[in-house]
């Protein structure tokens, strides 16, 4: 049998649109309420920062930070194919890329935390 | 002799129009569209963990910039597209992970349901947790 790439890039984008599934609505509600101007009281940074600074919750924030990125990226590339826009190469390299700079981003912020 | 056997592959023009030809694939369309609105507001997410490890100053100043109308209406926006995708990402699930007891197969409702259900109750703790009400 061939050896396939495909689990590689299609795993992580089924766990992410798990991940966004539970997580993303409820997420975009608190940032919102934040917009509305009622922050809840997680937003305070000396509440956030406390939370952010544990180990376990930034591993937690990298890991949804890359799954939904992933599963975005992927959905993407497939939604430009469908589309017309037949450089698939080009667009899965530049929007996984796009992904692993973005979640490095958020390993180097976090880790001044 | 090779150039005149050789053939011109014909390729069909593809164009985005056959999203319009019926409301299922617009529906479709829809559903992949909310990624561009998750992975928007991901990286948003991102930003604000910049702020945040730069200090009081710049995480006030992101939560000032939330409060600008665009902010709101991408939020706004955001929220219907992403809520949109968990509820065909959970009525998919008994496709996905069809269960199997004894001789029969767990009903479908079940199995969404159940998913519809957690995502209720983690949603709830999210919200009770973070003081939001």
Same mark, same amino acid.
């Given at each position: 049998?061939?050896?396939?790439?495909?689990?590689?890039?299609?795993?992580?984008?089924?766990?992410?649109?798990?991940?966004?599934?539970?997580?993303?609505?409820?997420?975009?509600?608190?940032?919102?309420?934040?917009?509305?101007?009622?922050?809840?009281?997680?937003?305070?940074?000396?509440?956030?920062?406390?939370?952010?600074?544990?180990?376990?919750?930034?591993?937690?924030?990298?890991?949804?930070?890359?799954?939904?990125?992933?599963?975005?990226?992927?959905?993407?590339?497939?939604?430009?194919?469908?589309?017309?826009?037949?450089?698939?190469?080009?667009?899965?390299?530049?929007?996984?890329?796009?992904?692993?700079?973005?979640?490095?981003?958020?390993?180097?912020?976090?880790?001044?935390? | 002799?090779?150039?005149?056997?050789?053939?011109?592959?014909?390729?069909?023009?593809?164009?985005?129009?056959?999203?319009?030809?019926?409301?299922?694939?617009?529906?479709?369309?829809?559903?992949?569209?909310?990624?561009?609105?998750?992975?928007?507001?991901?990286?948003?997410?991102?930003?604000?963990?910049?702020?945040?490890?730069?200090? *009081?100053?710049?995480?006030?100043?992101?939560?000032?910039?939330?409060?600008? *109308?665009?902010?709101?209406?991408?939020?706004?926006?955001?929220?219907?597209?992403?809520?949109?995708?968990?509820?065909?990402?959970?009525?998919?699930? *008994?496709?996905?992970?069809?269960?199997?007891?004894?001789?029969?197969?767990?009903?479908?409702?079940?199995?969404?349901?159940?998913?519809?259900?957690?995502?209720?109750?983690?949603?709830?703790?999210?919200?009770?947790?973070?003081?939001?009400?």
């Amino acid at each position: 049998m061939a050896i396939s790439s495909k689990p590689i890039v299609w795993g992580p984008f089924a766990a992410g649109g798990t991940v966004t599934a539970f997580v993303t609505p409820v997420l975009i509600v608190l940032t919102l309420l934040a917009a509305l101007g009622h922050a809840p009281d997680l937003l305070a940074y000396d509440r956030l920062h406390a939370l952010a600074g544990h180990w376990f919750v930034k591993l937690a924030i990298v890991g949804v930070v890359f799954l939904s990125l992933w599963s975005c990226a992927h959905r993407l590339r497939i939604t430009l194919y469908d589309l017309g826009v037949r450089a698939d190469i080009l667009v899965a390299t530049v929007l996984y890329a796009a992904t692993i700079a973005a979640t490095a981003a958020s390993v180097l912020y976090l880790a001044r935390i | 002799m090779a150039e005149e056997m050789s053939r011109k592959p014909y390729v069909r023009e593809m164009t985005s129009e056959w999203i319009f030809r019926h409301p299922r694939y617009l529906r479709y369309m829809t559903r992949e569209f909310s990624c561009l609105f998750i992975g928007g507001w991901t990286l948003m997410m991102v930003w604000g963990l910049k702020q945040l490890a730069a200090g *009081p100053e710049a995480w006030a100043s992101y939560l000032e910039w939330l409060k600008s *109308p665009a902010s709101i209406a991408f939020h706004v926006i955001a929220l219907a597209f992403a809520t949109y995708h968990s509820v065909t990402w959970f009525n998919l699930t *008994p496709k996905a992970l069809p269960l199997q007891l004894g001789e029969d197969f767990v009903p479908d409702a079940a199995i969404s349901g159940a998913h519809f259900a957690a995502w209720a109750v983690l949603s709830a703790a999210v919200l009770y947790l973070a003081g939001a009400f």
